[in-house]
């Protein structure tokens, strides 16, 4: 009991917070150091949650939004994209090497997308005087909801087209899934129509963003690793 009573003291204290902070305290560290605070138990739990698109129920680990997970998601991701590009680039050429340039190319863009995705869904949600969830909750959420992202690039090494697209479906469909299943349980009061506004915004950004993904960091070079060399050479000899 005592410790339900402190977890709400702290909620309340972070919103407190949230609003009574000047925008030149986003610049300091102190600010984001009661966003750091947590168990490697509640980020295990929260991880594992990650992987069940229909969970609905992410808010109620630990209640409380931390940036910790987010923040070695992001770092992790990277760091698979690049070694996963750079193996599948290793089995399409003969004349490979290392491409360094992938580093700053995937921390630009999970950066980009782990900030400026979740400000569009506040303002969204802001729009239809939805107050319930703040910005740091969707960073929250979002940076939760790319922990599937990183099974799926490590198999994207695969330089194989139909198992990188069905790889690329399954991030998209579960990540999208995990993000719109737990939005509606925070916003029963929501008109329905609003939800669906929602969800097919979230939709649209999973689809634009895994797109850029999948055709700048594994692409297929070759009709070998399209798996229709077969035809090319059928193709040629008849002709």
Same mark, same amino acid.
């Given at each position: 009991?005592?410790?339900?009573?402190?977890?709400?003291?702290?909620?309340? =204290?972070?919103?407190?917070? &949230?609003?009574?902070?000047?925008?030149?305290?986003?610049?300091?560290?102190?600010?984001?150091?009661?966003?750091?605070? *947590?168990? !490697?138990?509640?980020?295990?739990?929260?991880?594992? @949650?990650?992987?069940? #698109?229909?969970?609905?129920?992410?808010?109620?680990?630990?209640? /409380?939004?931390?940036?910790?997970?987010?923040?070695?998601?992001?770092?992790?991701?990277?760091?698979? $994209?690049?070694?996963?590009? @750079?193996?599948?680039?290793?089995? =399409?050429?003969?004349?490979?090497?290392?491409?360094? !340039?992938?580093?700053?190319?995937?921390?630009?863009?999970?950066?980009?997308?782990?900030?400026? /995705?979740?400000? /569009?869904?506040? *303002?969204?949600?802001?729009?239809?005087?939805?107050?319930?969830?703040?910005?740091?909750?969707? *960073?929250?959420?979002?940076?939760?909801?790319?922990?599937?992202?990183?099974?799926?690039?490590?198999?994207?090494?695969?330089?194989? #087209?139909?198992?990188?697209?069905?790889?690329?479906?399954?991030?998209?469909?579960?990540?999208?899934?995990?993000?719109?299943?737990?939005?509606?349980?925070?916003?029963?009061?929501?008109?329905?129509?609003?939800?669906?506004? $929602?969800?097919?915004?979230?939709? $649209?950004?999973?689809?634009? *963003?895994?797109?850029?993904?999948?055709?700048?960091?594994?692409?297929? &070079?070759?009709?070998?690793?399209?798996? $229709?060399?077969?035809?090319? @050479?059928?193709?040629?000899?008849?002709?």
């Amino acid at each position: 009991m005592q410790d339900e009573e402190e977890i709400r003291a702290r909620i309340q =204290q972070l919103k407190q917070s &949230e609003h009574e902070s000047s925008w030149r305290e986003w610049f300091t560290l102190e600010y984001y150091q009661q966003y750091f605070d *947590v168990t !490697t138990e509640l980020v295990l739990r929260r991880l594992m @949650n990650a992987f069940n #698109p229909f969970s609905g129920n992410f808010f109620d680990i630990g209640q /409380i939004p931390e940036l910790y997970g987010p923040f070695w998601i992001l770092n992790t991701l990277i760091f698979t $994209i690049t070694l996963s590009s @750079n193996i599948s680039k290793k089995l =399409q050429r003969e004349d490979f090497t290392f491409d360094f !340039t992938l580093i700053p190319w995937a921390f630009l863009l999970f950066y980009s997308k782990a900030i400026i /995705i979740p400000l /569009i869904y506040r *303002v969204v949600l802001k729009c239809f005087s939805q107050d319930k969830l703040s910005y740091i909750h969707c *960073v929250f959420l979002y940076g939760y909801s790319t922990t599937v992202i990183i099974p799926v690039t490590l198999l994207g090494c695969i330089p194989h #087209p139909a198992i990188q697209w069905m790889l690329l479906l399954y991030g998209i469909f579960s990540q999208a899934s995990f993000l719109a299943t737990n939005f509606n349980r925070e916003l029963q009061d929501l008109e329905k129509e609003k939800k669906y506004i $929602i969800v097919a915004i979230v939709t $649209i950004i999973q689809i634009s *963003v895994m797109i850029v993904y999948k055709f700048y960091f594994f692409k297929t &070079e070759n009709y070998e690793q399209l798996g $229709i060399s077969h035809i090319r @050479n059928h193709f040629l000899t008849t002709h």
